[in-house]
């Protein structure tokens, strides 16, 4: 069974610190795909980065960077120097296999203090 | 840049009511797909459609639920006889092709509330 787990339910930064959201997933197929997404206040969700499962290169967006790791089972979403803009909820997402369909995790609310 | 989008953004009805949720994806995706998220939960997959057919659908969508694509344009998920349960926000995603490879980009949502 595919399932993503992101344990932190709510993180609470003030501003310009640096955060880590957490996300272990869990699959048996050898080929897949993580995502993360963003969704602000308003609802809507916000593509961020899609990583395939034999791609581990760290990737660096400005001030996002996400570290994929096969061995933990793990694709840990950072941001550093944290804005109040950011706040919103983060999920982690997996999709593989033969289905078409995201898995999502439960999702990290992220509140950014000013 | 091309987007999904949504109507209505919010949807009000009775229990037992029809309701349609109306999408409109990027024009030259292939794929499209509906999920939902119940208040303060995470967003489950509902059903995909490819080619006007139904490729996959979970088990939440069940015969209370259809999807069609009337015309070039729109995509469209039906509750035949609303419940209280089935109060949620609805998400439309659309991909170029149904392959891992391609990302699903999100509407805005729906926000039905079923009184």
């Known amino acids: 069974a595919q399932k993503v787990t992101q344990a932190q339910t709510e993180i609470s930064v003030v501003e310009k610190e640096d955060v880590t959201l957490d996300c272990v997933y869990e699959?048996?197929?050898?080929?897949?795909?993580l995502f993360w997404y963003k969704q602000p206040p308003s609802g809507e969700l916000v593509f961020l980065i899609r990583?395939?499962?034999?791609?581990?290169q760290n990737e660096i967006s400005g001030r996002y960077s996400w570290n994929f790791q096969k061995s933990t089972s793990s694709f840990n979403f950072t941001i550093t120097a944290s804005q109040v803009v950011d706040s919103a909820v983060y999920f982690c997402a997996l999709y593989g296999g033969a289905t078409n369909k995201l898995i999502f995790g439960t999702g990290t609310l992220l509140a950014v203090q000013p | 840049e091309p987007e999904v989008t949504q109507t209505p953004s919010h949807q009000v009805t009775q229990m037992g009511q029809e309701v349609i949720l109306r999408c409109v994806p990027i024009?030259?995706?292939?794929?499209f797909y509906w999920y939902r998220q119940i208040l303060g939960q995470k967003v489950e997959f509902l059903v995909s459609f490819y080619n006007n057919e139904i490729s996959e659908k979970s088990e939440i969508f069940d015969d209370q639920f259809s999807v069609e694509r009337p015309d070039g344009s729109n995509f469209t998920l039906k509750i035949r006889s609303t419940k209280l349960e089935d109060s949620a926000m609805y998400f439309c995603?659309?991909?170029?092709?149904?392959?891992?490879?391609?990302?699903?980009?999100f509407g805005p949502g729906t926000r039905l509330t079923v009184l």
């Open positions: 024009s030259n995706h292939l794929y």
């Open positions: 990583r395939n499962s034999f791609d581990e």
């Open positions: 995603a659309s991909s170029a092709n149904g392959m891992a490879l391609d990302t699903q980009y």
């Open positions: 699959t048996r197929d050898t080929t897949y795909y």
